[in-house]
């Protein structure tokens, strides 16, 4: 399971002209899911991106995850994530896990983000989504688990 995490001053996703999610400071989450993943992968890299420290203290220095800078979490399903890139010119898809199972994963890592009390919004699994993001940074993580 891979997530990759943005810092972001705003973020939110629109399907069909629709804003269906949308937080202020926080964090973008772009997850992906692969072949062999788990309810336990899914928690394992909910917990790690909730404890992630990135966001700046008293200091400037990042030493806080999102829910200590009182942060939200914007979770959007991203199968490109689980692309294997390595040969051509043409990403292929097989690793990523199928439909069925990385939705219910997908919605899993969504519940296990709001069981901590973040407050957590999400895109629609499977739609054409468009993103719109302030990066704060910008501030850009591959965490995977």
């Known amino acids: 399971m891979i997530a990759l995490i943005q810092r972001v001053l705003a973020a939110s996703v629109t399907v069909a002209g629709e804003t269906i999610g949308e937080i202020g400071p926080g964090l973008l989450v772009l997850l992906g899911v692969e072949k062999g993943d788990s309810p336990e992968s899914a928690r394992k890299l909910a917990s790690k991106v909730l404890g992630y420290r990135i966001f700046g203290d008293e200091n400037d220095k990042m ?70 993001l302030v990066n704060d940074g910008p501030v850009t993580f591959w965490l995977q688990v």
């Open 63 to 132: 030493n806080l995850n999102v829910q200590q800078a009182k942060g939200s979490v914007l979770v959007v399903s991203q199968f490109t994530l689980a692309a294997d890139t390595q040969k051509g010119l043409r990403p292929s898809f097989s690793g990523g896990a199928e439909p069925a199972e990385a939705e219910k994963l997908y919605e899993y890592f969504t519940a296990c983000c709001r069981e901590q009390g973040i407050t957590t919004e999400t895109g629609q699994f499977a739609a054409d989504m468009k993103v719109a």
